[in-house]
């Protein structure tokens, strides 16, 4: 036997590991039927007598989704605890109006530099804020909200408005689509940038940048000790969250017609904040699944009132406590158990709870 | 001196006051428990409405009131610390669950106290009455009296620390948990008092600060803000930065308020602190933290 040989039969190469091929146990069954029942969906709702209302809890759904997962992406995966989100929404949500309102320009074409101004803005925040940790970022972007929420109510009347927002923005025009038929075109739209960003979300989580960040935030000296550039990938993991959220606003704006301050109302955080929570904080398809339950819930317990709040509040409490990792590792057993592929690998979602944690003391 | 400058310096002694007396409060959990506490609003406004329940429904004089509050907002930091904040002590993931809790707590208790009371300003009169102008400034004497009552608190709070067998405790927990736990000292017990501490001193800021700035279920968010900045202006964790850190910043913010209008403050106080954490990182009085939540 030549020493070739042997090297050939030892040197076998690396079972590729079920963590590090997650598209795996996706299969595109699951996906093309999800998407194929997305397309179809609005033709069997229109049929329905509720069928406008769902869909355009769906389309309500979809926003709040993007935004939920761009949120979660940095602060559940990428543990920057950043409170500028809405402030980001609005930004993209103000671009895009001021555009149409102000210059006159077509929807179509003023949503596009939406998403292009948040990560401007983002970039903004990301240079001071980044390099710091925890408690630095909370007060910092807590402090670019405020200042956004005074800027947008007594900034320059071609912005606040007047201290109201923008009122009368063009909404979204479809040839002459009207009722039905516009809603479901509404419905298409709000749906591709929800499966774009989804789809880009998915990505990024499990690309080397997104196990960098998930290696930061489980053991900051670790990661960086083995080369990872701690500033680089949570500015670039923030411009992406702060893209989707952008162009989540631009459609908020030209579907609502319009934009008001009251978007930076403390409540509306923690709308986000407990979609993330709910439905699973630090996991790919949690802030999806908190974003349908709240909504979803919202309908139902709006009767309460402020009972609600006080609901939403001990439960955000209560779960973040008690746990951490919401309800999606219940729903992902499901999948695992009936729909997986294959039998389930252990665990990829690495949970927050179980992070390896940096140990300054002794 | 004239009008403007005497306004401003009052004014800005007295948002001094106000903000490091939060911020003592913030900094000392923070420094022992490691905990950012996102509800210490809240238990501002639990203070104020327990002393607000006490003088109007019950006719009873703001002097029974006062301690009533103070009790009751520790009371309700220490229940908080035992239901929400206990079970995660040393786990990972302490931070996530806290902030998540904390921002959670601080939402019900807003619905709750719309709920038991009412979503209007309420006002809780001051402990004594009167006022005195110096150049044309009114001075009122509940105004002094929580400018002396924050400096009291400061001073009774460093001494407990250095000298009490509590506080050497506390100081011990902060320094060094596992060491201290060695030392037979009861952690989980010492992060509870503290707390507890804590919670009274927002209880107290909320009686006496009522009088000025009235009383709504929202009305803790402000001053917790305010008192975060303070906190990370002087050094997470010091007590002696967050004295400082307090007038400092409060005088800061009453002579832009004054020269260039109410607009401007909180920008100004914003870059004020970004400004400061581009120079030193620390804050004033900080040690080597920056990395750490």
């Known amino acids: ?362 | 001196m004239s009008t403007q400058f005497v306004q401003a310096l009052w004014g800005g002694i007295l948002f001094g006051a106000v903000y490091g007396l939060m911020a003592l409060g913030l900094t000392l959990v923070w420094g022992a428990v490691r905990l950012l506490n996102l509800a210490h609003g809240a238990i501002f406004v639990v203070g104020a409405y327990a002393a607000y329940f006490i003088v109007s429904r019950l006719n009873l004089p703001i002097l029974v009131a006062l301690p009533f509050g103070v009790l009751a907002a520790a009371a309700f930091a220490y229940v908080m610390h035992v239901v929400f904040i206990r079970p995660v002590i040393g786990k990972p993931g302490f931070d996530n669950s806290t902030l998540i809790a904390t921002v959670g707590i601080s939402i019900a208790v807003s619905a709750a106290a719309i709920l038991i009371f009412d979503p209007t300003y309420k006002v809780i009169p001051p402990l004594i009455n009167g006022n005195f102008t110096v150049s044309d400034v009114q001075i009122t004497k509940q105004g002094l009296l929580v400018v002396g009552t924050s400096l009291a608190l400061f001073g009774l709070v460093y001494l407990f620390l250095t000298y009490t067998r509590l506080g050497m405790a506390i100081r011990a927990v902060s320094q060094q948990q596992e060491a201290a736990s060695l030392m037979s000292i009861p952690v989980e017990r010492t992060y509870g008092i503290v707390i507890a501490i804590s919670g009274a001193l927002a209880g107290l800021a909320g009686v006496m600060l009522s009088p000025f700035f009235f009383l709504n279920p929202n009305s803790g968010f402000n001053p917790m803000i305010q008192a975060l900045i303070v906190t990370i202006f002087g050094g997470l964790g010091s007590v002696r930065g967050a004295l400082v850190a307090g007038f400092v910043l409060g005088i800061f913010e009453s002579f832009v308020e004054v020269y260039y209008g109410v607009a401007w403050a909180q920008p100004g106080v914003f870059f004020l602190i970004i400004l400061m954490l581009i120079l030193r990182p620390n804050g004033l009085f900080g040690i080597g933290e920056v990395r750490r939540l």
């Open chain 1, 1 to 362: 036997m030549s020493a070739q040989a042997v090297m050939a039969t030892t040197v076998t190469r690396p079972q590729l590991d079920a963590g590090a091929a997650p598209w795996r146990r996706v299969p595109l069954v699951t996906v093309g039927i999800v998407l194929l029942v997305g397309i179809a969906l609005p033709w069997v709702l229109v049929r329905l007598d509720i069928g406008t209302y769902l869909m355009t809890l769906l389309i309500l759904f979809f926003v709040q989704a993007v935004v939920a997962q761009s949120w979660n992406l940095i602060m559940g995966y990428g543990g920057i605890y950043s409170f500028a989100q809405v402030a980001l929404f609005a930004v993209g949500g103000w671009t895009s109006g001021v555009l149409v309102h102000s210059l006159g320009w077509n929807p179509f074409f003023a949503i596009l530099f939406a998403p292009l101004v948040a990560v401007v803005a983002a970039l903004g925040i990301g240079l001071p804020t980044l390099r710091l940790r925890g408690v630095y970022v909370v007060l910092l972007t807590i402090a670019f909200h405020e200042l956004a929420r005074v800027f947008a109510v007594t900034g320059p009347r071609f912005i606040s408005g007047g201290g109201y927002g923008l009122v009368t923005v063009q909404t979204f025009q479809f040839g002459n689509a009207v009722g039905d038929q516009r809603t479901i075109y509404l419905y298409y739209l709000a749906g591709l940038i929800f499966a774009v960003a989804t789809f880009t979300i998915w990505r990024v989580i499990h690309s080397p940048l997104g196990v960098a960040m998930i290696a930061l935030r489980d053991s900051e000296t670790y990661a960086v000790s083995r080369g990872i550039n701690q500033f680089r990938v949570r500015i670039v993991v923030f411009a992406i969250s702060a893209f989707f959220t952008g162009l989540a606003g631009g459609y908020s704006t030209h579907y609502n017609g319009g934009i008001s301050t009251t978007i930076f109302d403390f409540p509306r955080i923690i709308d986000l904040l407990a979609m993330i929570v709910i439905g699973g904080w630090g996991t790919f398809g949690g802030p999806i699944l908190g974003a349908g339950l709240v909504i979803g819930l919202d309908q139902y317990l709006v009767a309460l009132g402020d009972y609600q709040t006080l609901l939403l509040g001990l439960a955000l409490a209560g779960i973040a406590v008690f746990a951490p990792q919401g309800v999606w590792p219940f729903i992902r057993g499901l999948y695992d158990r009936y729909l997986a592929p294959e039998p389930p690998p252990p665990p990829i979602e690495v949970n927050p709870a179980a992070a390896h944690e940096t140990t300054e003391e002794l």
